[in-house]
Each structure stands twice: as structure tokens, then as C-alpha cells.
């Protein structure tokens, strides 16, 4: 998807998105959010269905079955995102608090959240290993006194690589991936884009392409698998502006 394209969708999106019927609106967006945290949450492991996620969040029924710390990851990740759509309706750009904060929400009742690790980690299956020590706190720091710098990157390539630095520098002990996903969609939504999720199906994929970054510095390839994924989201919205639309016009003809 040539990113052109993807900047003349987002142009419709942000012309006629206020004019969706909130009803409609909140009912799109609150199904995503399911997806959302079942997807960022299966991809780490946790065993609830998307229909299990969905009575969890929307009816706030619990799962019989399922580890309380799986209730967890799927409740915390549904607050966490709370906090970044609040946080980007204020404008504030990404800083190291906000992400402290959206760290210790993914962790709530799990382990202490917004502490640096202080030990050593390592990533299943990958060739790159994260920094440790000083290291890990210089590059973490660095992250963030760049951040402000990046203006030279598109939206998408700046929501890309700030998940990918981000989850290479894995700063925390858990709960790396979900947070590297929240912000990257922090990023998004502050650029007026519509957030993402990175179907747990397409798993493999994603981590091929972050691996990519980690091990090259090549950007490429995760950006592109985002701009896939943003246009996706945007025809979804393009779909319903197109059907209010039709219907407006034919309410016209039958003025005439």
C-alpha cells in the first residue's frame, strides 16, 4: 500500500469521522477494542477466545477456566487503552511517564508496573538480545530524548519504529510487547490515524518483521505490515462515511 494513498484515506477519515452517528461510532470502536485487547493479549500467550474476551469486557462476566492472571492482562489492557485515548485526546505527546503509566495499567494486579528491569532478558526465538545493565538505561533514555527528534519520519514509519526500538530495547521485565503496542498506537491516533490491531494470526509475521529491525535497523518491513494494517482500518471508517453518504442522498431525492 503506497502511503500516498494511505495519506488521501486519512484525509476522508479525519474530514468526515465527527459526522458518523455516535451510536454507530461507539459501536465500531468498542468492537475493535475487543479485538484489540484479545489480539495483543493472545499474541502474548493468554488462552482467552475473542468471544471469551468480549463477555469479559462487555458483560464483566468472569471466564470459568481461565488463569486470573489472563482476567488480568484482558481487563488492565482495556484500562490502559482508556488512559491513551485520554491521554491523545489532551494532545500530550509520548514521554517517559505517559509510557510508565500505560506500563504499570498493562500490569495491575500482576507485578509491579513502570520499573526498568535491572537484570538481563532474553527473547524466545530471536537473534537479538536485548541490552542490559547501563546499557539498557542509556538506550532507554536515548528513546525517549529522541522521540521529540523524529519529525523526518512519516506517521506510520514513526508508530513503527517506535514499537520496534521500543520492544528491542525491552526495558521491562514483562508486559513489553503490549505496551510497545499501545504506544505505537499512541503515536497513530496523535497523528490523526485510527488505531490498530495486530491480529495474533499474523504473529509470525510481526515478529519476522521486528526481528528485521532489531537485528538490521531496517524499519522497512514492520512499517509496511502498519500501513497494511492502518489502510484496513481506515476502509472500515471510508465504508460507513460512504453509507451515510447514500443515505443522505437519498433522503434528498425524496425532498425533491
Known sequence: MKLEEIIKKQQQYADFVNKINIDVKENHEQAFEIEYAHNSTAIEGNTL????????????LSIGGKKLRE?????NHQKAFEYVKKCVSEGLPLTEKITKDIHALVNENILIGGVYRSEPVSITGAKHKPPVGQKMFEQIK????????????????LAAWTHAEFVRIHPFIDGNGRTSRLIMNYQLMLCGYPPVSIPVADKLHYYECLEAYAVTGDIKPFADMLGVLVS?????????????????????????
Open 49 to 60: 477466545t475473542l468471544i471469551e474476551t468480549k463477555v469479559l469486557l462487555e458483560d464483566a
Open 71 to 75: 482476567i488480568y492482562e484482558v481487563v
Open 142 to 157: 536515548n528513546f525517549f530524548m529522541d522521540l521529540p527528534y523524529k519529525n523526518e519520519m512519516n506517521p506510520l514509519e
Open 232 to 256: 484496513q482500518r481506515l476502509d472500515e471508517y471510508l465504508e460507513i462515511i460512504q453509507s451515510i453518504k447514500m443515505n443522505a442522498s437519498d433522503f434528498e431525492q425524496k425532498m425533491i
